[in-house]
């Protein structure tokens, strides 16, 4: 084995951890590099749970109770790094599954992760609201309310399925420097997408794309005379 087996995967579902049954799910992967750079994939697949498996570190080829697709996505993994992929799946409707993740080089299984969620209710729209202080009024409007990051936005605009609204309230828009994520936002808007910003100033704001994106011309605030 070389020094790529010293690299380890950590994963989360997208939207507060939150994954659709019956609907197509964002996935954040973090692979943590302590050695060289090398190049390999991230693997998949829905399998049993931890619990449940008949080995302790299972392989895409040895995971017991499979099923569904098989995703694949090619990665190039610079030295001593932390680098964060988006990967989008189906969701499974059997409680006895998780997804599972491999991260494989040279047909060797670096490292792999269970996923845990929650599951999204179906009866309520998925509000998503980035930023540090919490809109007062959400928690009891119905909606089933997510804290997200704005460098946790999807690099797809499809990986914004599911989601009712963004509510951008005091995160810094200059935080969202990757121009995938920038265009996946843009699409997700012309297709529908409902974008709120809600906010006392412009203060991160001024200057970004997020401003682009708006149907009003942003001003400096100034003092009332009266």
């Known amino acids: 084995a070389g020094d790529e087996s010293k690299a380890t995967l950590t ?6 951890r939150r994954y659709r049954v019956n609907g197509g799910n964002t996935v954040l992967i973090t692979i943590d590099n302590p050695g060289p750079a090398f ?12 619990l449940t498996q008949g080995v302790k570190k299972p392989t895409p080829a040895t995971l017991d109770g499979a099923v569904g697709f098989t ?4 990665v190039v993994i610079p030295e001593k790094t932390q680098r964060r992929h988006f990967a989008y799946v189906q969701g499974h409707e059997s409680t006895s599954h998780q997804l599972w993740i491999f991260l494989q080089s040279e047909e060797r299984t670096i490292d792999r992760f269970a996923v845990m969620g929650l599951a999204a209710d179906k009866e309520k729209p998925i509000v998503a609201e980035l930023g540090t202080t919490p809109a007062p009024g959400l928690p009891g409007s119905g909606a089933d309310v997510a804290h997200a990051r704005a ?5 797809r605009w499809f990986g914004f399925e ?7 309230l005091d995160a810094d828009a200059a935080t969202l420097p990757d ?3 920038i265009e996946s936002l843009h699409q997700w808007i012309a297709t529908g997408g409902h974008l709120i910003v809600a906010r006392s100033n412009t203060v991160g704001l001024s200057g970004t794309f997020l401003e682009k994106l708006l149907p009003v011309t942003l001003r400096e605030p100034r003092m009332n005379s009266d």
């Open 11 to 16: 994963a989360d579902y997208a939207w507060g």
């Open 39 to 50: 190049e390999g994939s991230l693997i998949l697949r829905w399998g049993h749970s931890e």
């Open 71 to 74: 995703y694949e996505y090619p």
């Open 151 to 155: 460098d946790e936005l999807p690099d």
């Open 162 to 168: 599911g989601l009712h609204a963004l509510l951008w």
């Open 179 to 181: 121009p995938a994520q």
